[in-house]
């Protein structure tokens, strides 16, 4: 593991470097993004940094400079290639009084690189009873108030799957702890659309442009009933459900596997830093 903080390459990156005043830690005040690295490169940084300040703009982060996040990559990235790793690119409030309100220091600046595992072909998924916010303040954007995932995904290992699918509050399919959704009903690929509340995930807005779908917002039952399923992200590219809570599904289908293979001829198009 490699790891960047406000400028500086840790010599020890386990060593302590966030002071515990910072806001990130004391009340979740951040944002984040995870990028994919092949054979050293990252995979659509662009696309990254771009959600990264959005997110940042829409949780009221100000002073954001994505030049000095991409000097962060560049230094973690240096040295030995990773042949299959990711990014964890980190942006907090910084260093404030204990309580919900900012102080007047800049922003925390974090970019590690480790590596990752390639992700299994299929997996299994649950439903959680716990709605999304399709209207809260937070909706669409990706920050590190993650204990709602945390639960999920431990009620989800529970019962054998790696992955816990929400519903939102109008009833509809909204998004996985970390991933999009998309299914297949008589021929047709489906994926909510972003007003449900939904994360506009880098990998979701790729397989729309190389693959396609329909952009829908449906009860959570009908992609639970669909004739395939498969759940997009950074960290698992284009995988098929096997299983969504007790109901086994065929997979990687038909449709599944020509989506993966739409992915592996184009993931090569954005990689590295300036892509």
């Known amino acids: 593991m490699r790891v960047w903080i406000n400028g500086q ?6 060593a302590p470097a966030v002071p515990v005043t910072d806001h990130g830690l004391t009340v979740g005040d951040a944002v984040f993004e995870a990028v994919k690295v092949v054979d050293g490169q990252p995979f659509a940084l662009r696309r990254h940094l771009d959600r990264l300040a959005r997110s940042a703009g829409g949780l009221g982060l100000a002073g954001l400079d994505l030049d000095d996040v991409r000097r962060g990559v560049a230094a973690v990235l240096d040295g030995d290639p990773l042949p299959l790793g990711r990014l964890r690119i980190t942006v907090t409030g910084g260093n404030a009084p204990l309580g919900s309100g900012r102080g007047e220091d800049p922003l925390t600046v974090i970019v590690v690189a480790a590596p990752m595992p390639p992700a299994p072909e299929t997996t299994a998924v649950i439903t959680v009873p716990w709605p999304r916010n399709e209207r809260g303040a937070l909706a669409g954007l990706k920050t590190t108030s993650y204990a709602e995932n ?3 995904l431990a009620a989800a290992r529970e019962k054998g799957a790696s992955e816990a699918v929400f519903g939102n ?4 399919l909204c998004e996985g702890t970390g991933t999009n959704v998309f299914y297949v009903v008589d021929g047709e690929v ?14 979701r807005a790729l397989v729309l442009e190389w693959f396609g779908a ?7 039952a009908v992609a639970a009933a669909a004739d395939e399923v498969f759940l997009v992200s950074t ?7 096997h299983r969504w809570d007790d109901r086994e ?11 993966a293979a739409a992915w592996r001829e184009r993931e090569a198009e954005l990689l590295g830093l300036d892509r």
């Open 235 to 241: 960290t698992r590219d284009v995988q098929g459900v």
């Open 169 to 172: 509050l109008a009833g509809n």
């Open 190 to 203: 489906r994926t909510p659309t972003l007003a449900s509340g939904c994360l506009a995930g880098v990998t």
């Open 9 to 14: 390459v840790l010599s020890d990156p386990t």
């Open 150 to 152: 945390v639960v999920a």
């Open 214 to 220: 329909k952009e829908v917002d449906e009860p959570t």
């Open 249 to 259: 599904l065929p997979a990687p289908g038909p449709v599944t596997q020509q989506a």
